[in-house]
Structure formats: structure tokens, C-alpha cells
T-cell receptor
Framework: AQSVTQLDSQVPVFEEAPVELRCNYS??????LFWYVQYPNQGLQLLLK??????LVKGINGFEAEFNKSQTSFHLRKPSVHISDTAEYFC???????????FGTGTRLKVLA | DGGITQSPKYLFRKEGQNVTLSCEQN?????MYWYRQDPGQGLRLIYY???????QKGDIAEGYSVSREKKESFPLTVTSAQKNPTAFYLC????????????FGPGTRLTVL
């Protein structure tokens, strides 16, 4: 069965600085990967997804992620963060053979003025 | 506008009472899901349904029940057998297939008094 690890539970960063949120998944022959954002007391919103093809995936709000098969990683990056990016970010992988997602435990991004 | 609605936004329950959380979608999605979210634990799957009149237990189904009588609706009942029901509950839906992303509702926060 798949698993997802988000090592950083909290990431503080100053406004306009770059940020990287890390995500590692367990190995699989084929894998579909997703990043979601959650603002306080709201549902999750899709930022981007990797299905196949180019390993660099661009998403909404200036975020991008790079799929690295050899390192089984799918890290999320943004070159310059804003206060409004303060939220919790979840990495997810689609489980082999089912419609289930496996979610990481989330990374709380706090952007400081 | 297409989307997922959950009601109510906030719900209070006395111990020993059953309570039903509503989830409706107009995205014409076949698959629907219920997740429980607790601080620091990410999202845990309670139940999911891939088609009308069929559903499967997720990772933490004990103390919960669901029905899927209509494509658009997937209500979750939190029974008195659930020992620690206070949490944030999220409903999601998706098209068929592993590559389809899940769309989330705004969530229901359940508090047991």
C-alpha cells in the first residue's frame, strides 16, 4: 500500500522569500500525485497534480512541484510567498488499484511580515 | 455553479445521540468520500462509495455509517458508538479513475458536548 510522508509539520518563512514544502511517497510502478491547500475552517482546494509527462508541474497561485522518481519525492515550491499563502498544505497519492487517496499529515505554512 | 455542499457548517451533539451530516454534489461524479480531520493527523478516510448503492469502509469506519441511494448524495451518520466524534468532517467527490482529483466540500465541524 502507498504511503506519504510530509516531514515538516510547520514551516515559517518571511514574505517574498522562497519556500519548499517536502513530500515523499512510497515507491510504486505508477503513481499519481497531488498537492492541496486548506485555509482555516475550509475544505481542500487542488493546487496541482502530476499524472505523467513533464516532471515539473505548474499549479495555481504561483506554485509548482517537481516529480522525482528516483528520490520518490514531489516537493512543492514557490519562488516568492505572500501573507495570503499562510495555510496548511497536503500532499496526496492515489492508491494503486482503488480510488482512495493517501494523504500526508500536512505542513502548516506561516508567512511572516 | 457546480460544487459540493455540506451542512450544517457547525454541529453540536450531546453524548449518546446519533447525528447525520449532509453531503450533496452536482458535479455528476460517481465517487464520493468522507474524511475525518484532527489536528496534526491529516485526513483519514471513513467511508467511500464508487457507485450508487455501494460503499466501502475506509481506515476508521467504526462508529460511522453511510448510505448512497442517490448519485448526488452521500450522508454520514455519526453514531453513539463513536468514542471520540469531535472533529472536522470533509466530504469529497471525484470522477472514476485514479487520475481524477477529488473535489472537497467546505466541511462540518462536529462538537460533542
Amino acid at each position: 500500500a502507498q504511503s506519504v510522508t510530509q516531514l515538516d509539520s510547520q514551516v515559517p518563512v518571511f514574505e517574498e522569500a522562497p519556500v519548499e514544502l517536502r513530500c515523499n511517497y512510497s515507491s510504486s510502478v505508477s503513481v499519481y500525485l497531488f498537492w492541496y491547500v486548506q485555509y482555516p475552517n475550509q475544505g481542500l482546494q487542488l493546487l496541482l497534480k502530476y499524472l505523467s509527462g513533464s516532471t515539473l508541474v505548474k499549479g495555481i497561485n504561483g506554485f509548482e512541484a517537481e516529480f522525482n522518481k528516483s528520490q520518490t519525492s514531489f516537493h512543492l515550491r514557490k519562488p516568492s510567498v505572500h501573507i495570503s499563502d499562510t495555510a496548511e498544505y497536503f500532499c496526496a497519492v492515489s492508491d494503486d488499484g482503488t480510488y482512495k487517496y493517501i494523504f500526508g499529515t500536512g505542513t502548516r505554512l506561516k508567512v511572516l511580515a | 455553479d457546480g460544487g459540493i455542499t455540506q451542512s450544517p457548517k457547525y454541529l453540536f451533539r450531546k453524548e449518546g445521540q446519533n447525528v447525520t451530516l449532509s453531503c450533496e454534489q452536482n458535479l455528476n461524479h460517481d465517487a464520493m468520500y468522507w474524511y475525518r480531520q484532527d489536528p496534526g493527523q491529516g485526513l483519514r478516510l471513513i467511508y467511500y462509495s464508487q457507485i450508487v448503492n455501494d460503499f466501502q469502509k475506509g481506515d476508521i469506519a467504526e462508529g460511522y455509517s453511510v448510505s448512497r441511494e442517490k448519485k448526488e448524495s452521500f450522508p454520514l451518520t455519526v453514531t453513539s458508538a463513536q468514542k471520540n466524534p469531535t472533529a472536522f468532517y470533509l466530504c469529497a467527490s471525484s470522477g472514476q479513475g485514479r487520475s481524477n482529483e477529488q473535489f472537497f466540500g467546505p466541511g462540518t465541524r462536529l462538537t460533542v458536548l
